[in-house]
């Protein structure tokens, strides 16, 4: 079934909304948003919109929900839910300027929002509400007995940047809450979910709308990227470099600072603290040739005023602006003409390299960039097996051949995600002043998004959570908060489903910079980069939390990591079939060609496409081609054999063993039945990378980890079929 024609989907718009869109210079709808408007118009299907960023997605979903709360008198409300705070910022402004011509009020509600719109809302609830997870969280919370007030007249819930919540413990916890809501509405409500293009849409809506994914219309657009001007650089970095490893780095940001002066670029470096170093580099070369400062960091820990003050540098056009950024600039917030995106470091995904190519040349008839640069290091005298297969630079290629074949990581699912199962349990006992066990387990997991949890399971787990004192239950076998419980929801992080880590407060001259994890080692006197800047600490409270910064000529990098997205099995094979091929992609520069024509060779000197594995001295390096998922878990498995083992991303490596003994230990796998989690994995050494990991019992935890990390079969797999000899 196809949409309606673009005109004739156009005139059943509200007539505002038509004549504002004429105003706009619309000449009409895009064939995407022709196609959404009937069932959203409808009301009864759920719908997922998937296009490319900037083709009109928002568009697609509220144009037909705005004419059905026009056309119900302006009374209904709408519910937007987005992953960032920026972002529904930026849609807050865009909706405004359309609903106030519908005489329908917009509600921000995010944790940087005042008391006033939430206010205005509940004294009169209608129109368009857009909040953050963590904001629904604490609504339903704390407003319970509220909500069929609240939301009785809730037309639709839209999920912006849907693709940005599945498989993760956000996306969890954003599925709980609307089975909540609508379990509390005692009604079904559409559902629209908006998308980037992943490689499994069926996936993607089987999320929005959990077991029910094939019910869901899809609206896929066609249209066909624009031009992308494509080149990846090959910089070299001295093995005898002494500072710290920087000078490739040095190099690139000399390159960056001649290039990106004519337009707005943005610059995506692997880690938070990268993006502090080429922010200074870059800040201090503008210095130095007396220049205005038109380079800027972008990313989580800075304050809320730091990242506005940058996005408006890049809106307002005043001149050529650069953004060094991590993640918080692959969503869909406005930031003006992109011309170019520069990528240092292999993407760890192709999903996450689309996304930020999609936020360049969305000009019509402009081509967008993608520039790549990869550090590759000289070989060294005391060189092991892996430097010379050039990790970084074969990996970047293989992510950008995916990208350009339209591959995509499907999302991932089946995690059982118990942590998120933990606040959901604590969050709906303040919902409704209290629930039986049967009633909570019959609303998160029987019909709701824990299916995975057994019955056994959830006793289990309510009884960990009483011994640790989070709840406990009354004479009518009612469960409430136990003492632990009443402290841990009375923190205003306790709405967040990710884990909460120990910021310090950094700040300069009574001006508040933004954030930073730091160890009770960093004292007075101490170096550290952040904002763009050299800073001097200059006072520091660990009680407190606070950091007072003077301006300083030296500095470090702070010490955060990159996003530790995993690496897919596609990713790893593509690696390995560009190591036996011996076509070059024309869009290397002469660099990046000869170290890639090196990694070659020395691919057929170890034998690889023969053996997987490399002995060097008592070292041993298995090659499993295979996703971290695989590899993580090939590594639990060789250490339970008592192999010292650790996944290095390209192979696998084992230190202090011999040829024979990997053989064998592989052998001893590929001849058992996979192992008991509780025989193979140790707590200490995980630590507790979920939120709420910490109150689970053994086996729950160790099943919750390995659902959402691991791939035993698939490295017992491996074991089977390998050769090493």
């Known amino acids: 079934m196809t949409g309606l024609p673009e005109q004739a989907a156009f005139e059943r718009l509200a007539p505002p909304l038509q004549r504002w869109l004429w105003e706009q210079g619309w000449s009409g709808l895009r064939a995407a948003q022709a196609e959404a408007l009937a069932p959203i118009l409808d009301g009864r299907q759920d719908v997922l919109i998937a296009a490319a960023t900037a083709s009109g997605k928002t568009e697609a979903a509220f144009l037909p929900l705005l004419t059905r709360l026009w056309q119900g008198g302006g009374q209904g409300v709408v519910l937007y839910v987005a992953p960032m705070k920026a972002l529904i910022n930026d849609q807050c402004e865009r909706l405004s300027m359309i609903c106030e011509r519908l005489e329908i009020p917009v509600y921000p509600w995010h944790g940087d929002i005042g008391e006033a719109p939430r206010r205005g809302f509940v004294a009169a609830p209608r129109g368009v509400v857009l909040i953050t997870p963590e904001s629904l969280e604490s609504l339903l919370f704390r407003k319970g ?209 689309c996304q930020r190519i999609g936020r360049a040349g969305r000009r019509e008839g402009e081509t967008a960039e993608l520039w790549q640069y ?196 596609r990713v790893r094979e593509e690696m390995r079939a560009l190591l036996t091929e011996t076509d070059i992609p024309e869009w290397l520069d002469a660099k990046a060609c000869e170290v890639l024509a090196e990694a070659r060779r020395h691919y057929a000197a170890l034998r690889l496409g023969e053996t997987d594995l490399i002995m060097e001295g008592r070292t041993a390096y298995l090659f499993a081609w295979r996703g971290d998922a695989t590899q993580d878990a090939l590594v639990w498995l060789l250490r339970a054999q008592r192999l010292t083992a650790e996944n290095i991303g390209i192979c696998v490596k084992i230190r202090g063993t011999t040829a024979i003994r990997v053989g064998d230990v592989l052998a001893e796998i590929s001849a058992a039945p996979l192992p008991a989690l509780t025989d193979v994995l140790e707590r200490q050494e995980i630590g507790t990378p979920e939120k709420w990991d910490w109150a689970l019992p053994d086996r729950l935890f160790f099943d919750s980890f390995a659902s959402r990390r691991l791939n035993l079969a698939a490295a017992r797999d491996f074991a089977v079929r390998t050769t090493v000899l």
């Open 374 to 569: 990869c550090v590759t290091e000289e070989p060294a005298a005391d060189a092991d097996c892996v430097d010379g297969l050039h990790v970084d630079l074969v990996q970047s290629i293989a992510v950008i051949r995916l990208f350009l074949a339209k591959w995509y990581e499907p999302p991932a699912a089946n995690a059982l995600h118990y942590s998120t199962l933990v606040q959901q349990i604590l969050s709906l006992i303040g919902e409704r002043c209290g629930v039986t066990a049967a009633e909570a387990y019959r609303l998160l997991c029987l019909s709701g998004p824990f299916r995975g949890v057994g019955e056994a399971d959830f006793i289990e787990l309510l009884r960990g959570l009483a011994a640790n004192g989070l709840l406990m239950q009354d004479a009518n076998r009612v469960l409430l908060h136990g003492a632990m419980g009443e402290k841990r929801v009375n923190h205003f992080t306790f709405f967040a489903a990710f884990q909460d880590t120990r910021e310090y407060r950094l700040r300069h001259a009574g001006k508040e910079l933004g954030t930073l994890p730091l160890k009770r080692i960093h004292g007075i006197g101490d170096a550290l980069i952040f904002a763009g800047r050299r800073w001097q600490i200059s006072e520091i409270d660990h009680d407190k939390l606070r950091v007072e910064l003077i301006i300083a000529s030296a500095g470090k990098l702070p010490k955060t990591g990159g996003s530790g997205m995993p690496v897919h099995d």
């Open 145 to 353: 007995a509220e909500l069929r007030n609240l939301f009785g007249k809730l037309e639709a819930v839209v999920v912006d940047e849907l693709h940005a919540f599945i498989g993760n413990e956000r996306g969890r916890q954003l599925q709980s809450l609307l089975h909540r809501l609508e379990a509390a509405l005692a009604r079904r409500v559409q559902r629209v979910g908006l998308s980037a293009t992943l490689g499994d849409m069926g996936l993607a809506a089987n999320f929005l709308r959990l077991g029910e994914g094939g019910d869901i219309r899809l609206v896929v657009s066609a249209a066909q990227p624009e031009t992308l001007q494509l080149a990846l650089k090959a910089v070299m970095q001295p093995a005898n470099d002494s500072d710290h490893g920087e000078a490739a780095h040095v190099s690139i940001a000399a390159a960056l600072f001649k290039r990106l002066r004519t337009a707005n670029y943005l610059i995506f470096p692997n880690s938070t603290g990268m993006v502090e170093f080429y922010a200074d580099a870059l800040r201090r070369h503008c210095e130095a040739a007396r220049l205005p400062v038109t380079f800027f960091p972008h990313h989580g820990r800075l304050n809320k005023s730091e990242r506005e003050s940058t996005e408006f540098e890049l809106k307002r056009g005043h001149l050529p602006v650069s953004v060094i950024c991590t993640s918080t600039l692959e969503m869909g917030i406005d930031i003006g003409s992109i011309r170019g995106i520069v990528q240092i470091g292999a993407a760890e995904t192709v999903a996450g390299l």
